[in-house]
Nanobody, 122 residues
Framework: QVQLVESGGGLVQAGGSLRVSCAASGRTFSSYAMGWFRQAPGKEREFVAAISGSGSVIYYADSVKGRFTISRDNAKNTVYLQMNSLKPEDAAVYYC???????????????WGQGTQVTVSS
């Protein structure tokens, strides 16, 4: 069982930066791929970024490539999403997820956090 707790969301102006974090419980964190997804009101949950257990393989959605950076610290059981050059369309609830395989789709993950709100003002 893995429990995930996101933090770091908030209000930021367009063009600004924000870092969200996801702390995981358990001793097997490094065996899980981690993903970040987001969901805006009235929209489906969409993939943002994913990182393998070792951190050696990383994927990004085209919409955030070059602006967002996913990273993990396995010693701290934490995954991060650094978001730069934020746009109003980046506003959403951001969720972290853990899965043995990882995926671009939510179905590839077994555990989810409760989400953290990111609001971008124009």
């Amino acid at each position: 069982q893995v429990q995930l707790v996101e933090s770091g969301g908030g209000l930021v102006q367009a063009g600004g930066s924000l870092r969200v974090s996801c702390a995981a419980s358990g001793r097997t964190f490094s065996s899980y791929a981690m993903g970040w997804f987001r969901q805006a009101p009235g929209k489906e949950r969409e993939f943002v970024a994913a990182i393998s257990g070792s951190g050696s393989v990383i994927y990004y959605a085209d919409s955030v490539k070059g602006r967002f950076t996913i990273s993990r610290d396995n010693a701290k059981n934490t995954v991060y999403l650094q978001m730069n050059s934020l746009k109003p369309e980046d506003a959403a609830v951001y969720y972290c997820a853990a899965g043995r395989l990882g995926s671009y789709t939510p179905n590839g993950y077994d555990y989810w956090g409760q989400g953290t709100q990111v609001t971008v003002s124009s």
